[in-house]
């Protein structure tokens, strides 16, 4: 399984489109294969959903993410768990071993902000 996770110095960013980063897990087996980070490619209507798409990826994490971005990753097939605060490195811990759990986004979609961290 190909995760995409949104990455904001080493933590789970906020927001999943202003991201700086995103890190990219694959794992098989119920072992962490390999884990990149990647600038994010730009944040504009529908690009992400195919950009990931195109990789391969299955599964999107994040602090928070509108619900038309929800509903065109759907489109694609990949599933959205947002909700999701804390270091990279312990959020996939909690994937191996299948205790990760989402919750509400973090983001206000509304007001244009996040809880998290106020963007």
Aim: aromatic share 6%; glycine share 14%; proline share 3%.
């Amino acid at each position: 399984m190909k995760i995409v996770i949104s990455t904001d110095q080493g933590q789970v960013s906020a927001h999943f489109g202003r991201c700086p980063n995103f890190t990219i897990v694959d794992i098989a087996d119920g072992k962490l294969q390999n884990k990149t980070t990647i600038e994010n490619p730009g944040h504009s209507p529908g690009f992400l959903p195919q950009f990931f798409a195109d990789k391969g990826i299955e599964c999107i994490i994040a602090g928070g993410m509108g619900v038309r971005a929800q509903s065109l990753f759907v489109q694609y097939g990949i599933e959205t768990v947002v909700g999701i605060t804390g270091e990279i490195e312990n959020v996939v811990q909690k994937i191996l071993d299948g205790t990760l759990e989402g919750g509400a986004s973090l983001c206000e979609r509304a007001l244009g902000k996040c809880e998290h961290n106020n963007e």
